[in-house]
């Protein structure tokens, strides 16, 4: 196992699990919550133990094993770019989610939300492809498509409080993705929407 690139994904799984401390707004950590972050336990976990030789990954050719670094390591470190990026874009803290009363102050739509709806889970879903491609094991394979799946039904549940909140915010949903950008709306459009009309609302 490649040291720097273990390192990389411990520090990434220390600032995606100090999130609700150094950045989102207090709240209680139900059950909802612990079920979203669990692939993330898991992974550190995994990994951790395949570090000190508990357990072992599936072995790729010698001649994969640099290409398979190199692109875990790119995963890596867009994953904590794209956190860093997220968490200075914003002027005050997010609601933690997966609260009863969640009620969002605001809808941000510039930075990295000009091009995706949940650069977090963006980020959060690179951590656990890297975990993969790094550790190929049917446990990290377990848990990607688990945290996968959960972000979605999270997402969801998030969207849907929001178009409760803001009429707006159906129509900015239609000019960006929620993952991965739209590359089929037009700029003019994406330009057009702006923090001062959501702040109108």
């Known amino acids: 196992m490649n040291d720097s690139v273990f390192f990389l994904y411990m520090s990434n799984f220390l600032l995606i699990g100090g999130l609700p401390i150094i950045f989102f707004k207090r ?7 612990l079920l979203t972050a669990l692939p993330f336990f898991v992974s550190a976990l995994l990994l951790i133990a395949g570090y000190v030789g508990l ?19 790119a995963l890596g470190i867009s ?3 794209l956190i860093s990026y997220t968490i200075g874009t914003h002027r005050v ?3 933690l989610w997966h609260q009863d009363n969640d009620q969002s102050d605001h809808i941000v739509t510039y930075g990295p939300y000009k091009k995706i709806r949940h650069p977090f889970y963006t980020s959060f879903i690179l951590s656990l492809i890297g975990t993969f491609v790094f550790f190929p094991h049917i446990i990290s394979l377990l848990m990607l498509v688990y945290g ?3 972000l979605i039904l999270t997402a969801q549940r998030e969207e849907k ?10 129509e900015y949903m239609k000019k960006t993705g929620r993952f991965i950008p739209k590359y089929f709306t037009s700029k003019s459009d994406i330009n057009n929407i702006t923090s001062d009309e959501i702040s109108n609302q």
């Open 161 to 170: 409080n929001l178009q409760k909140q803001d009429t707006y915010y159906r």
């Open 148 to 150: 996968i799946v959960g």
């Open 93 to 95: 803290p997010l609601h």
């Open 55 to 73: 357990v072992s990954s599936f072995q790729y050719q010698s001649y994969w094993q640099m290409q398979t670094d190199i692109i875990a390591t």
């Open 79 to 81: 994953s904590n770019s």
């Open 27 to 33: 709240g209680q950590k139900n059950i909802r919550w």
